[in-house]
């Protein structure tokens, strides 16, 4: 059985039905995946394997970055 978190469009509108599950993407998908070596092989597997790959990196003159260890620690204090 599958859990719907935020109810679904049901309109005629073509414009709002036709998009009326996008955010199903990031439905069971972690916020980061922190161990770098089960990180590196999901993200070959799925490149959208994580929330920030799926709405993409932070890039800086040009460079994505990946998260920072004080972000890490961020995460843990909010969660």
């Known amino acids: 059985m599958k859990i719907i978190l935020y109810p679904l469009y049901n309109t005629d509108n073509p414009l709002l039905s036709d998009h ?3 955010l199903d993407i990031f439905l069971d998908k972690p916020f980061w ?3 770098k070596q ?3 092989l999901d993200f070959l597997i799925d490149r959208n394997c994580c929330f920030n ?3 993409g990196l932070p890039v800086k003159n040009n460079k994505e970055y990946s ?3 004080y972000e890490k620690l961020l995460f843990n204090t909010i969660e």
């Open 53 to 55: 790959h799926i709405i």
């Open 38 to 40: 089960k990180h590196d």
């Open 67 to 69: 998260l920072f260890d």
């Open 20 to 22: 009326a599950n996008e």
């Open 33 to 35: 995946i922190w161990d």
